[in-house]
């Protein structure tokens, strides 16, 4: 694993050069609650800065941010205070001891998708120079499918759907997958099968979700990894401490940065590159345009 490791920072060192850099960004959702969408974001950061990848993590968890107690942290900002108290991004950022930068999400966040005007126009200029800084910004949203957290989703370079292989859980990944390619077919989609009680179980559940897709949307989206069922992960969220540290041995640890490593190895091409067409803040600023234009 060490000199995987080792192959993968050499990769990317070569592909980033003196190009500057426009990260990569990922909206990551769930049909339902209680996929372990949150845990399964916090430890994939950290696995991909211990890769020496820059890292942004935005809670954008409407109303219910968690991903500072999940590190174990009490940010004295968050998200809300960019426009409630003026502050910069770089004033809220968060920078964590396990290796990646954060946004705390705070409460009340449903105001967050009200700006309109010069405070939208803020919003996107500040988040456009975050993308020239970092290799990989994630979005973390909350579950299911709201006409703002479809923004993001849209407008992101990827989507990570976390999937538990439970009937609802599939049915319901379904339908937010099906929400999202309806309104935007070219998007990218990974599907992480979590909480696993085997191999097998997760790969026959990725199968049945993938092949409905295929059949009624013409869409594959591609198998990300499968995460099993540890007790560690409850363990460690108790301790307040993501489980790849706490537990870097246990059976869920191992198979994130499996999961992690592989991520970064298919997107070598990716990492540092400007030229690609449809940038993130693009498709950003057209769908929050949009939006507001229909309110107004």
Same mark, same amino acid.
């Given at each position: 694993m060490n000199d995987q490791a080792e192959r993968l920072?050499?990769? %990317?060192?070569?592909?980033?050069? @003196?190009?500057?850099?426009?990260?990569?960004? %990922?909206?990551?959702?769930?049909?339902?609650?209680?996929?372990? &969408?949150s845990s399964f974001t916090v430890n994939f950061c950290l696995e991909l800065s211990r890769l020496e990848q820059k890292v942004l993590l935005f809670d954008l968890d409407i109303g219910m941010g968690n991903v500072d107690i999940l590190l174990g942290e009490s940010p004295e900002h968050s998200i809300l205070d960019f426009w409630k108290k003026n502050l910069s991004f770089n004033e809220i950022i968060e920078k964590s001891p396990s290796?990646? @930068?954060?946004?705390?999400?705070?409460?009340?966040?449903?105001?967050?998708?009200?700006?309109?005007g010069t405070h939208l126009d803020?919003?996107?200029?500040?988040?456009?120079?975050?993308?020239?800084?970092?290799?990989?910004?994630?979005?973390?949203?909350?579950? +299911?499918?709201?006409?703002?957290? #479809?923004?993001?989703?849209?407008?992101?370079?990827e989507v990570f759907?976390?999937?538990?292989?439970?009937?609802?859980? #599939?049915?319901?990944?379904?339908?937010?997958?099906?929400?999202?390619?309806?309104?935007?077919?070219?998007?990218?989609?990974?599907?992480?099968?979590?909480?696993?009680?085997?191999?097998?179980?997760?790969?026959?559940?990725?199968?049945?979700?993938?092949?409905?897709?295929? &059949?009624?949307?013409s869409k594959e989206p591609k198998l990300l990894g499968i995460l099993p069922d540890d007790p560690a992960v409850m363990q460690a969220v108790i301790k307040r401490n993501p489980?790849?540290?706490s537990f870097p041995k246990a059976k869920y640890s191992r198979s994130i940065r499996q999961a992690a490593a592989s991520f970064l190895a298919v997107n070598e091409g990716f990492i540092g590159?400007?030229?690609?067409?449809?940038?993130?803040?693009?498709?950003?600023?057209?769908?929050?345009?949009?939006?507001?234009?229909? +309110?107004?």
């Open positions: 920072r050499q990769m %990317i060192a070569k592909a980033k050069g @003196d190009t500057p850099k426009r990260a990569k960004t %990922i909206g990551i959702a769930s049909g339902k609650g209680g996929t372990g &969408k290796g990646f @930068d954060y946004i705390p999400g705070g409460r009340a966040f449903n105001e967050f998708f009200e700006l309109k803020a919003f996107i200029l500040e988040l456009d120079e975050l993308t020239k800084v970092y290799d990989f910004i994630f979005f973390d949203m909350g579950a +299911g499918m709201t006409k703002e957290s #479809l923004q993001f989703l849209l407008a992101a370079d759907l976390i999937v538990t292989p439970e009937p609802t859980s #599939l049915m319901d990944a379904y339908s937010a997958a099906k929400h999202i390619l309806l309104s935007s077919p070219e998007t990218r989609m990974s599907i992480m099968m979590n909480k696993t009680k085997t191999e097998k179980e997760g790969a026959n559940a990725y199968g049945r979700i993938s092949s409905v897709l295929s &059949k009624f949307l489980i790849t540290q590159n400007t030229s690609r067409p449809s940038l993130f803040m693009d498709r950003l600023k057209t769908l929050f345009s949009s939006t507001a234009g229909k +309110g107004g």
